[in-house]
Structures are given as C-alpha cells and as structure tokens.
C-alpha cells in the first residue's frame, strides 16, 4: 500500500488504523506528489519500489494536487487498475465531484476523532485492499 501524505500526524494516523484494524501489510510512504510518482514509476532512488495494491492520497500536496497525482494514476495502463481512495481534510462536493470525475475509488473525508480516523482507514483498506487486482 502507498501513502502519499505530507502531514506527519496523518500518516501516523494512518499507520494506527492499519494496526488497531489488525490489518498487515507494506505500507510505503511518500510526502510529496513527486516522490509518489517516482514510486508508482519506479524511479530514481524509488526505482526498485513493488507496484501498490492500494494508494490512499491526500489532496493537498507540495508543489503538484493530489488531483493531479491521480489523473496521472488513472492514465497510465501499468497503474489505473490501483484503487486510488482519497484521505482528505478537504470537504465539499466540488472536490469529491472532481476526484470521482478523476477516477478515485472511494473519498475519505479525515475525521477529527483519531478513533474514527483508525476506523475509517482500515474500512477503506479493507474494501479497496480485498477488490485490488
């Protein structure tokens, strides 16, 4: 599974929900929009990185959107398989309108409740992990 977050708090959220839901797997973590794309194309010091089952993708990255990481995701014949579920602070339908226009599987809107948060990750995990091809 790939992370592309850039918020440490979240990405240790992430990484408590995968636990507390008993769920095990590689979870490899990347902060920027670039670094992620150099992982999912095998690039640079990434170039060794295993191909995702799964990628939960912020919105709001340095330098690129996570819009933009997706749309490249979905494109690309070796990737648009991945279910891509958004894991954003961002709320409103114009931005869940976008990601699903941009191909996203499911759309997690971050809770404020650590608890929830955990809950949330691991049922998206569990979903999109199960249906990964």
């Known amino acids: 599974m790939l992370l592309v977050e850039d918020d440490p708090d979240c990405r240790e959220l992430v990484r408590y929900g995968l636990s507390v839901s008993g769920i095990r797997c590689e979870l490899y973590e ?6 992620a794309l150099d992982f999912l194309h095998r690039r ?7 191909r995702p089952d799964l990628i939960f993708l912020d919105l709001k990255l340095p330098g690129m959107s996570g819009q933009e990481v997706l749309k490249i995701v979905k494109a690309s014949p ?7 579920v958004i894991l954003t602070g961002c709320e409103g339908q114009k931005y869940r309108a976008e990601a699903v226009r941009n191909g996203a599987n499911g759309f997690i809107v971050k809770p404020l409740n650590p608890e929830a948060f955990a809950r949330a990750v691991g049922e ?3 979903i999109w992990g199960a249906l990964a091809v």
Not at 44 to 50: L, S, T
Not at 78 to 84: D, G, I, K, Q, W
């Open 30 to 35: 990347a902060e920027t929009a670039t670094d």
């Open 44 to 50: 640079g010091r990434r170039a060794g990185a295993p």
């Open 78 to 84: 070796e990737l648009a398989s991945v279910p891509v």
């Open 124 to 126: 998206a995990t569990r």
